[in-house]
């Protein structure tokens, strides 16, 4: 047997004692059951034999001295009883007694002194043997004759026997059925809760091996295989988060490098020797420039793990993204970046469902990126106009243009295309446009063509 805490022990347990309960109370229904049939049957038997009697016997004035027949005096005539009169029949007995319990004819296995009654049939012991009795007044005709009666007897030992057989066959059973009932509880519980013991196991090997990729096998369609599926996902989702995690920590720690060692090489070399003040100012410079970036990093990095945490962590509502557009447009005007013109084309009031910060964010890392991939004294054209229920919001530019290899590539974190790396940069900006696209169910499409221009447009659907 199991141990006394599983839900094996407890639950076969259970069972059987809920089963040895129905077998006892079935039994004792069947014992009560049969002990009334037995009863009734030996009653029904003992009043028909006696009714039978009753209609055998008759009270004539003289004596007919038929053959078949018997008489015996009676008052002022005669007890003529029929030869159908049945003295004994299986174990009932009969016999005639006047009112005054004088015997006329007949026999009884018993010596009773017993009054007549009108009872129904009642009980009548004697010697430790149970009788049952049944009383019988024959109907007489003329008063002068007294009262007449049938007594019909018979021993209730045969069906108490036979009841006696059907309860120690019943006693038998009930704890052979009692151990049957906990083994196949036992058995049952087994089989029932052998996938559970699986997950169970898999969920220890993932534990002992820190495996993230296992996972539980899926045999079935009920409510065990909806529970493995759970784990499942759960182990994907935490797989995955896990492996962000993993990648998070290495993608920073490796972009947190180059600026880190020229910050450090810079410092280093500025101390090992005198320097002019433009020397130092030069160095200072390098280092501002480096510094900026790791704060970029880091502030990107922190934004990315906040959204991961899922869009809880911001407040969606109804935003007039017009007025949004048009404010970050406003601002990025004032740049004075390469001689690009900025120019944009802006539907009014156009709501979406969303966070403004987040959106707000969006729309100036693709200004921005359109200015520092476009061309010297190139254009920037901002659309933002509606479609078949949807926002359309579009970047446009005439610069350098993306690769097709490269188009994928650009929503990763860090990625930067080989033609971009003279510019300044974290390769954060289109990933973060990205997420915040996804974050609002909004769909990115891009068009672009290399040393023509590209166009980034977000689609997001209006409230
Ligand atoms: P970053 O601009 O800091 O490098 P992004 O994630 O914003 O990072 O962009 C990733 C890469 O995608 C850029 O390095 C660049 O190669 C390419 N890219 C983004 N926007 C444009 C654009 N408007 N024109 C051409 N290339 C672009």
């Not at 839900?7 to 077998?23: P, T």
């Not at 019943?170 to 013991?197: D, E, I, N, W």
């Not at 929503?411 to 973060?432: C, I, Q, V």
Request: aromatic letters at 8%.
């Amino acid at each position: 047997m199991k141990r006394k805490g599983s839900i094996v022990f407890k639950l076969s347990l259970f069972i059987s004692v809920m089963l040895a309960l129905l077998v006892i109370l079935t039994s004792l229904i069947v014992i009560t059951i049969s002990r009334g049939v037995l009863d009734s049957n030996v009653r029904d038997f003992l009043i028909s034999t006696v009714e039978q009697d009753v209609s055998t016997i008759r009270i004539t004035e003289t004596e007919e001295n038929r053959t078949e027949n018997i008489y015996y005096p009676y008052g002022e005539g005669y007890i003529e009883i029929d030869m159908d009169f049945l003295k004994t029949v299986g174990n009932v007995y009969a016999a005639i007694y006047t009112g005054a319990g004088e015997f006329v004819y007949g026999e009884l296995p018993v010596y009773m002194v017993e009054p007549f009654t009108y009872t129904y049939t009642y009980v009548y012991n004697h010697d430790g043997v149970r009788y049952q009795v049944y009383d019988r007044k024959i109907p007489v005709v003329g008063a002068e004759h007294g009262e007449l009666w049938i007594r019909g007897v018979v021993s209730k030992q045969q069906s108490e026997a036979q009841l006696g057989k059907i309860i120690s066959v019943t006693l038998l059973f009930v704890p052979v059925l009692a151990v049957v009932a906990m083994a196949g509880g036992y058995f049952l519980m087994q089989m029932l809760l052998k996938p559970l013991k699986e997950i169970q196991q898999t969920a220890g090997q993932i534990a002992s091996a820190t495996d993230l990729s296992k996972r539980i096998e899926i045999k079935r369609d009920d409510e065990i295989g909806k529970l493995s599926g759970s784990l499942n996902t759960m182990m994907d989702r935490l797989q995955e988060s896990f492996e962000n995690e993993k990648r998070f920590t290495s993608d920073v720690s490796h972009e947190l490098r180059t600026p880190l060692s020229v910050i450090l090489g810079e410092s280093e070399y500025m101390l090992e020797k005198e320097c002019e003040k433009e020397e130092y100012a030069e160095a200072l410079e390098v280092i501002q420039r480096q510094g900026r970036k790791m704060d970029t990093i880091v502030n990107d990095m922190l934004s990315f793990s906040r959204m991961d945490q899922g869009i809880e962590n911001y407040c969606f509502e109804k935003t007039n993204l017009s007025s949004l557009v048009r404010d970050v447009v406003t601002e990025c005007g004032k740049w004075d970046r390469k001689g690009i013109q900025l120019s944009s084309e802006i539907e009014d009031d156009i709501y979406v469902s969303g966070n403004a910060f987040l959106l707000e964010r969006m729309t100036r890392n693709l200004i921005d990126n359109a200015y520092k991939y476009g061309n010297e004294n190139g254009h920037v054209d901002v659309r933002l106009v509606t479609e078949d229920g949807y926002a359309r919001l579009s970047v446009e530019d005439d610069g350098i243009g993306i690769s097709e290899e490269d188009r994928d590539k650009i929503f990763l974190r860090f990625y930067r295309a080989d033609a971009s790396r003279t510019e300044e940069g974290t390769g954060l900006g289109l990933s973060m446009v990205s997420r915040i696209a996804e974050l609002h169910d909004a769909r990115i499409e891009l068009q672009s063509e290399e040393g023509k221009g590209s166009c980034f447009s977000i689609i997001i659907k209006i409230n």
